[in-house]
């Protein structure tokens, strides 16, 4: 289900996650729950949110890191 609010986040991701990395991971998150909702786009039998958490990570990892069990700016 794509996010309006990143305050609607799930509470690992708002308690672990920096504010700038909640909306990369949202804006992420609801991109690919679009692009993805056509099952025969998504590997290995994924399903629609395994495949948009999977992407929404993957974009902040690009711009984060984690050091020391906290979620930095590279």
């Known amino acids: ?3 309006d609010k990143i305050n609607q986040l799930p509470k690992k991701i708002k308690d672990n996650l920096p504010k700038e990395a909640r909306q990369i991971f ?4 609801n991109n690919a729950w679009n692009q993805y ?3 025969n786009k998504r590997k290995d039998n994924a399903s629609q949110e395994e ?5 929404a990570w993957s974009a902040v990892k690009k711009k984060y890191q984690k050091e ?7």
């Open 68 to 74: 020391n069990g906290d979620w930095i700016k590279k």
């Open 1 to 3: 289900m794509p996010y």
């Open 51 to 55: 495949v948009a958490n999977r992407v």
């Open 26 to 29: 949202k804006e992420a998150y």
């Open 37 to 39: 909702a056509d099952s």
